[in-house]
């Protein structure tokens, strides 16, 4: 027996992590954070343990919870206090994405990155204007969202928030030519500096659903499967991807992330943009309920999780374990 070869050598103490390929620092995570402008007071998420609605009020506090785990930076999510057809809240000044942003960068160092789509301010809780003119009460379910007249809206939307001080906005909508439109729209009223990360494969998921209880924006009839993507292609992946690079795009997104680590190491050897990969609640709320059950150690499968998709390309992750895995790192 030819035993030249021992990889269990590499595995000892002392040079294994000496030998390890890939590594987790907190800097590469993002924490999502759900801010609530019809809240007084936090309101725990059932579906994802540890997590909470926040009232504005208390919006800084909240992100200054996350700084102190060593994580440098927030997505922020919103939840209005009203909703119509067109979402014309997530473009108002006084917003409540707009008004966290102010309040959050003028007083934290925290780097703040917005969601810029319309399903939480919906009435209807589609990504955008409804075709035809259809609102949530006379819609069928087969009735899909006007691409060229939610760009429109994006584009209100990416302003608004750049205004307030947003340091990267991130449309995640899957809108045909949406981050052309968000550009060019930036860079004409002068935030050429601002970013654009693009949630550039986004699957229709059903890892999101927590999320939507999250963020209240479940749709209220139908289904996102005309615009999000459909989780057989990858092929469509470089497409949908490689038009979002073409447009402008500074860092490129895959959402979910376990199920498409796939995905993932494919943008990583096909492009030299920064990739992200958005760990979302479905994930996270399937290792809590396995951990709940006493059948998952949730330390070391959250850790394992965010690792892999680390190892699988992934230079940012958004995940709800960003503050846990950090203060163990």
């Given at each position: 027996m030819d035993l030249t070869h021992r990889p269990r050598r590499l595995r000892q103490d002392g040079v294994r992590g000496l030998v390890s390929e890939t590594s987790l620092e907190p800097t590469d995570l993002i924490a999502p954070v759900f801010v609530d402008a019809t809240a007084d007071e936090r309101v725990a998420i059932?579906?994802?343990?540890?997590?909470?609605r926040v009232p504005l009020e208390e919006a800084v506090s909240r992100v200054e919870e996350v700084l102190e785990t060593g994580v440098e930076a927030v997505m922020l999510f919103g939840i209005p206090e009203s909703k119509d057809a067109d979402g014309s809240r997530a473009w108002a000044e006084d917003g409540v994405i707009q008004e966290a942003t102010r309040r959050i960068t003028a007083e934290t160092d925290a780097y703040v990155v917005t969601d810029v789509c319309l399903c939480e301010y919906t009435e209807h809780g589609h990504c955008g204007t409804l075709e035809d003119g259809l609102d949530s009460h006379d819609a069928e379910p087969t009735t899909t969202v006007d691409n060229?007249?939610?760009?429109?809206?994006?584009?209100?939307?990416?302003?608004?928030?750049?205004?307030?001080?947003?340091?990267?906005?991130?449309?995640?909508?899957?809108?045909?030519?949406?981050?052309?439109?968000?550009?060019?729209a930036l860079d004409r009223e002068g935030y050429e500096h601002v970013p654009i990360m693009s949630y550039a494969a986004k699957y229709e998921s059903a890892f999101y659903g927590p999320f939507r209880d999250a963020a209240d924006g479940a749709p209220a009839f139908g289904n996102r499967r005309h615009y999000q993507m459909d989780p057989a292609n990858a092929r469509e992946a470089m497409r949908e991807v490689r038009l979002d690079a073409e447009q402008g795009a500074d860092v490129l997104m895959v959402k979910p992330a376990l199920p498409y680590l796939d995905i993932v190491r494919d943008l990583r050897r096909e492009f030299d943009h920064p990739v992200a990969a958005y760990n979302v609640s479905g994930e996270y709320a399937m290792l809590h309920a396995a951990a709940e059950k006493g059948?998952?150690?949730?330390?070391?499968?959250?850790?394992?999780?965010?690792?892999?998709?680390?190892?699988?390309?992934?230079?940012?992750i958004l995940t709800y374990f960003a503050e846990d895995v950090a203060t163990r790192l």
């Open positions: 059932e579906s994802m343990p540890g997590h909470e060229d007249a939610t760009l429109e809206s994006l584009e209100r939307i990416a302003i608004s928030h750049a205004e307030a001080g947003a340091d990267m906005v991130a449309p995640s909508g899957m809108m045909d030519g949406m981050v052309g439109a968000i550009r060019s059948w998952l150690d949730l330390e070391a499968v959250a850790l394992e999780s965010l690792l892999s998709i680390k190892r699988a390309g992934a230079d940012l």
